[in-house]
């Protein structure tokens, strides 16, 4: 299910937040709003973390992430850093990066098991995110945009992209990614889609200003509508009404 | 009069998507070009004969100019936003944003520059109806526009949009490094490029919007004079129907003959719109007798005062005005009370021992002339 909401009347709730299949990171300050609709829908399934990243709010576009581990840039403090490894799960990874590019966020695509980075990123960077994420590792750029971090979003089921994204591109990412990927916008036409929203393999939380033809694309794509009971009804009826009189 | 009304109601059935005022021969919109020769008169490093400004803000600002921005507010008669600036004596335009827009060249000029002399950039402005594609544009002139208050502000900036009798956006005719993109990037430079907006929406034709519902509620929620508040709460409820909350928002250090136009732009399509609009409930709903404007002031903060006044005689305002005729506005207004803002933001470095507070003031109809003439004084001794 996609949840739309705001922080402090921004809609890019991708700069705020980063949410993944083990834990969410979520920025300070803000109205506690926003922290409890992670919460709400999150709570007892996994942590929600309530952090700063650099002594910023943009947790979001600072760190990059998924089910194994979590790179932080070299900008993070200490507290940050001791506080994040204690709320997260154990098996979860958490590592600084001695990186120049230290916005992760946006250098970085990634679910559980590739990743998509920045075509200038450090060979070292790149050997750590294999380690640390358990990723295969792919350079490229996205509609000719090499902060990919920024313009796709993907989770082990689905992809958005940028909306300019050639379908030549589009087939080639989807091979490299094995995921189905379309490409579309978000926060009503905003092409920035990481910046706009966030999602893992069962929930996703996208900006209010995003449209319900968005919307329903982000579901469709990120298969979230499979949870909900009416759709197991319609595959039901497929299979057993032959024809209808 | 009568050569007038024809033109603009043919316009208001155009597509909004040209611009306003096409074929113009409404002297208020004439091209303007303000040659830099003021540059070459002046070199920045003597200090400047002294100025009649209102404040030493101005003064201040008026010094630290480091090139003379020339701006010229110009009436498109280019049809749309996506069609190349006909002037051919414009060398560079200034975008907000410099990521892609200058060359190395321009790079090394300016490094020349603060030795050698001011390099004149030309940037030309256009005014424009608002329309739904301006939507992230607007929104982001209106981020802060109420503090960090939770509110409908995605309905507010349609509420403004869908008027398109009264209100402007300025845009930057910046076409020609879009010339070799492809539409959708040419698009898409339009949507960023937003520099300002200006428009009053009549606060009881709208009150029914959860979002002026969610303003006045911040409004009463924030004044904290009770004799004020009750002449707020009767502005904003029994009377809402003729009172005009008045919107100006731009980017910082925007040229002033800029604001200038789009004050008389906007006062100009109240009075037109009095006359031209198709039903009379509308007609009447531009008869504003009162404008309210929210704004922010830069206040001292107190103790510090005293003795700096008696040290460096005029240098210390109490009040700083961020826009400048908010100074005006407030001197001509009915009533004003200002509030304390939540967000915890960082005072510029000049101006330590300012505290930001929020301005709310409400100025008559009538008064409107007379601020406009005003303004004009003011921007011409700028």
Known sequence: MATRLQFENNCEVGVFSKLTNKYCLVAIGGSESFYSVFESELAGVIPVVKTSIAGTRIVGRMCAGNKNGLLLPHTTTDQELQHIRNCLPDEVVVQRVEERLSALGNCVACNDHVALTHPDLDRETEELIADVLGVEVFRQTIAGNILVGSYCVFSNRGGLVHPHTSIEDLDELSTLLQVPLVAGTVNRGSEVIAGGMTVNDWTAFCGSDTTATELSVIESVFKLREAQPTAIVDEMRRSLIDTYV | ?382
Not at chain 2, 40 to 52: A, G, I, T
Not at chain 2, 101 to 108: A, G, I
Not at chain 2, 243 to 250: E, S
Not at chain 2, 325 to 332: C, G, Y
Request: charged share 35%.
């Open chain 2, 1 to 382: 009069m009568a050569p007038k009304k024809p033109r603009r109601k043919i316009e208001q059935n155009e597509d909004s998507m040209k611009s306003k005022k096409g074929d113009t021969s409404v002297d208020m919109y004439d091209r303007l070009r303000v040659m830099g020769t003021q540059s070459n008169k002046r070199p920045m490093k003597k200090r400047p004969k002294p100025m009649l400004t209102f404040s030493s803000f101005a003064r201040c600002n008026l010094f630290s100019l480091p090139k003379s921005c020339n701006s010229s507010s110009s009436s498109p008669s280019t049809n749309s936003f996506s069609e190349k600036n006909v002037n051919s004596q414009k060398k560079n335009s200034k975008k907000v944003e410099e990521t892609e827009s200058s060359s190395d060249d321009d790079y090394d000029d300016d490094d020349e520059e603060d030795e050698v002399e001011e390099e004149t950039v030309q940037v030309d402005f256009e005014f424009f109806d608002p329309k739904p594609g301006d939507f992230h544009g607007v929104k982001l002139l209106l981020q802060r526009y109420l503090d960090n208050y939770q509110w409908n502000l995605s309905g507010f900036v349609d509420l403004i949009l869908a008027q398109t009798t009264v209100g402007t956006v300025v845009k930057s005719a910046d076409s020609e490094e879009d010339a070799d993109d492809s539409d959708g990037d040419k698009e898409e430079a339009d949507e960023e490029e937003l520099f300002a907006v200006i428009t009053a929406l009549n606060l009881g034709r709208y009150q029914d919007n959860q979002c002026i519902k969610e303003l006045k509620q911040y409004l009463l929620g924030v004044c904290k004079e009770e004799s004020t508040k009750v002449k707020l709460r009767q502005v904003l409820e029994k009377d809402a129907r003729d009172a005009g909350l008045l919107v100006c928002q731009r980017f910082a250090n925007c040229p002033y003959q800029v604001v200038l136009k789009l004050y008389e732009a906007l006062f100009d399509e109240i009075s037109w719109a009095t006359e031209d609009e198709p039903t009379q409930v509308l007609r009447d709903s531009f008869r504003f007798k009162h404008y309210l404007v929210i704004t922010k002031i830069l206040e001292n903060k107190g103790p510090l005062l005293q003795k700096a006044v008696k040290r460096k005689a005029d240098w210390v305002e109490p009040v700083i005005y961020m826009k400048q005729e908010d100074e005006i506005l407030h001197e001509m207004s009915s009533w004003s009370f200002t509030f304390e803002l939540s967000a915890e933001e960082l005072a510029p470095p000049e101006f330590k021992g300012y505290k930001k507070l929020g301005l709310v003031l409400l100025i008559k109809a009538e008064a409107i002339a007379k601020f406009l003439k005003k303004l004009k004084s003011l921007v011409e001794t700028l």
